[in-house]
DNA sequence: TTCTAAATGAAAAACTTTTTCAATACGGAA
DNA sequence: TTCCGTATTGAAAAAGTTTTTCATTTAGAA
């Protein structure tokens, strides 16, 4: 068990719950985990740590986590949302629109842009949530080389 | 039919869909929303336009004008999303966290915070979503009344 | 009015989430 | 280390949501 879940662990004994197999197999893979998950996404990957881990267990497990804000529901463009572990504090998150590989952005600057908001609606503004879709470094690379074959095969076709 | 409700249905007729009593119906009912509605709300309320009208066709013409662009899915903080009509352009909500009163932003000013996120992360952006919570104006005062009719009654138990 | 393809609602199927309950296992107390 | 109370578990059932299928209806062009 590394360090980061270490502290995750602790944070659950620190509420009053108890560390079980199956809760450090969630732990483990959501840790693991490239991209956000669904509960039946997360049970397949955690029952490699955990072959007889339940899915009802994965929902409970999940409801405990956001409520201590260890894990956060990252909404994706198509669809609904999916779970990632989460950083302490405000954060953002980029989605990668090909693989759904997704990258945390500590700390936002939308402080003025808020204001504003406040002052046109006539709203208190308690909290926001931002999503970012793009494209990762690797699906870049890979759409490129996507183009450049459909190309050549356009030429030999001629 | 108002201005607004001859303009939807002309963009479903101009894409070669049929304007039926169902979807004249969902159309209405979406048009007086004041929040985000889930399919099954949508039909309660589009019901009170044609009474026979099936949740299917909700899921269907949902579809329909999600892709046209008539109608965004907006992702609430709590749960997943509801459906409202969506103004053309790059928009984004503020929600009310008490009554779900919705209010749509038009524009917005994320230019520079999404070019350093591109820059820190190495994805090129592609967009973004933004979603903000907050007290509607009638929110806040029922709120404070009732902090206040609490404090007489904790001084009457006194 | 006639005709045809698009659209519809009912029913069934597929999927997801929550509830219930008896068995299990974590972790504090001895 | 063993023992014990209770939080936690998985299976099964129930509840809820979304999609598929199909016979019937309807919009709207001709
Ligand atoms: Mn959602
Ligand atoms: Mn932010
Ligand atoms: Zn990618
Ligand atoms: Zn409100």
């Known amino acids: ?29 959501l840790a693991e985990a490239a991209k956000p998950l669904s509960p039946a996404e997360l049970q397949t990957r955690a029952r490699v740590f955990d072959a007889e881990l339940g899915l009802v267990t994965v929902y409970r497990t999940l409801e405990i986590m956001e409520e201590l804000g260890l894990v956060r529901p990252v909404h994706l463009a198509d669809g609904c949302h999916g779970y990632a572990l989460a950083t302490p504090g405000h954060t953002h998150h980029v989605v990668c629109q090909r693989c759904h590989a997704v990258v945390e952005i500590v700390g936002c600057d939308l402080g003025v842009f808020l204001e504003h908001v406040a002052a046109r609606t006539g709203y ?30 356009d030429h030999a076709a001629e």
Chains 1, 2 share one sequence.
Do not use: S, V
């Not at 502290?7 to 197999?21: D, E, M, N, P, V």
């Not at 970012?132 to 050549?152: M, N, P, S």
């Open 1 to 29: 068990m590394n360090a980061n879940m270490e502290t995750l662990a602790a944070q659950l004994r620190a509420h009053g719950h108890k560390l079980t197999r199956p809760r450090r197999a969630i732990l483990q893979a």
């Open 124 to 153: 208190t503004i308690t909290g926001h949530w931002l999503e970012i879709a793009g494209l990762c470094a690797d699906c870049q690379r890979a759409l490129q080389e996507e183009a450049y074959t459909r190309e050549e095969n």
